[in-house]
RNA sequence: CGGGGUGUAGCGCAGCUUGGUUAGCGCGCAGCGUUCGGGACGCUGAGGUCCCGGGUUCAAAUCCCGGCACCCCGACCA
């Protein structure tokens, strides 16, 4: 491609809206603008790299045995009202209404049209397995759209189904899923890993996210520095082996519960502060819903609950943690005050961290003032003891005991087993030998497409701009042409045009460099579209018959012959 | 949804507090000339619903009211 006829205006400012380096760098570049907040426009360059890595994506699928398929992205609300997800998705749906008002949405997914399509063909034990999949624009309605690419309301997203017989054929195609995906962000060049993601849904459902390591990430996720443990922060656990629910004998030294003014101070770090205490020595005390009866959870002041390790210590009670509501809805309940001896709670659950102190400072159950010296098993007792906290990096691997780490990741890709909540509600059933129906046992499995590019952009990109790898770039090489002034200056750009000529003729993709502008301008812009390889034929070279070449990402630079 | 901020040429911004000729600057764009290996220089020029609507005023980019869009922070951890 000839730059002097590329669509392509690259901007010497950084757009004043972009946070993230990807964002910034693929305006800069010229590969994409915004359109309206999350929606962008694709130009050549930053469509020729969407198209590499939906190519790779698209390769592993077929390889892995997916078949592709193309899926409306307008779908009736029907099909979603019957799912149920229609009221679960909310404002997170575009919607939209024909002339005779029958509602649709902008498929944020495709379970339901996908699960249906094969309901209607395929009603056999012998027709399955099956896996469908598509590469397709996908649309959510982000409360708060951002960072470009990496969040936006449209983006571009392979998703793909497995229809099963039983458990046993979903673990064999969820494994093949797996491996596929592993090999797209492997030949992407990412650095990734794959970590067990929460698997709330009943059934024990196995889930993996696969995370591109990154500090613009917004999920954390954990992971051992010694074994291959791996989970997102929600479903990551601690070491259990130091476990024991023994309460330890009361320590006849502590003088006994005093209560302290702490006006004013709801939060630990006042209280701590005030009383010239450390936050660990602290009882954080949360409130939580449990069926409709009061629960508190207790963990050490300087960490937080994990809520969903909470909501698995009271299962199969269903929990929430209080919000604003509640506490309106209960006035006696002190807010920031609360301690585990409050009467009206129903259970406490404690973390066994909790047994580092043997004399707490908690709250009084009373506005304004907190405890000191409250005691386990003397002032307060714990009902179930469950490991509640979020796991912070020291913590201790629950595999092998080495160190934990906590890092920041974008979510690239994710694979899923959903079972049979879709084929029932959208009845895909199939007749085994016997003539006996059953549900379609289903998986799914998704790439943010448009979401890699901007995951690969963060991690491959230095001041100057873009630096593909070589399997995503827009071009293999860039060729660009330095004629300098006089005489040799129409041989210059012979020689480039040649060499222009001989690499497209290899097969070669080629970006050309040919506009009547300035030196600096040409190398500047050759760096910031960030071309693996750039080729310099100039005047200086030419004379010594070589070209100089620049390998993009490192600087590394050599001779070739011309 | 709560809080804060912004909206002026394709991009980045100044001007607004304290209303007053023809609304500026840099980049980019067009023409001419000089330059020509890391975003060159000079001259000339084109390009504006100052987000939209209403109001105040002799006079509004500027003040007031309403709306829209966008950006940032937060949105159960007491």
Known sequence: MRMSALFLRTLRDDPADAEVDSHRLLVRAGYIRRVSAGIYSWLPLGYRVLRKIEQIVREEMDAAGAQEVLLPIAQPLELWQRSGRDKAYGPLM???????????????????????????????????????????????????????????????????????????????????????????FTRCGLTFRAVEAQSGEMGGSESREFMAVAAVGEDDFVWCTNCDYAANVEAARRDHSWHHTEVPAVDPAVPPIEEVHTPGLPGITGVAELLGAAPGELLKCIAFDVDGELGLALVPGDREVNEYALAAAVAPKKMRLYGDDDFVAHPVLPKGYIGPHYAGATVVVADPGIRAHTAWITGANRVDHHVRNAVLGRDFSVDVWADLVTVVTGDTCPRCGHTLSVDRGIEVGHVFQLGTKYSEALDARYTDEKGEQHPMMMGCYGIGVSRVLAAIVEEFHDEQGLAWPAAVAPYDVHVVAVPGRGDQGAEVVRTAERIYDELRARGIEVLYDDRDVSPGVKFADADLVGVPVQLVVGAKGTARGVAERKVRATGARDELPL
């Open 94 to 184: 575009f919607r939209l209404v024909d002339r005779k008002e029958t509602g649709y949405c902008l498929s944020p997914t495709a379970e339901e049209v996908v699960t249906t399509l094969v309901a209607q063909e395929y009603g056999s034990y012998r027709d399955l397995p099956v896996n469908l999949y598509q590469i397709n624009w996908k649309y959510r309605d982000e409360l708060r759209p951002r960072f470009g690419l990496l969040r936006g309301r449209e983006f571009l997203m392979k998703d793909a189904y497995s229809f099963d017989l039983d458990a046993g054929g979903l673990r064999t195609s969820y494994r093949a899923m797996y491996d596929a995906y592993t090999r797209v």
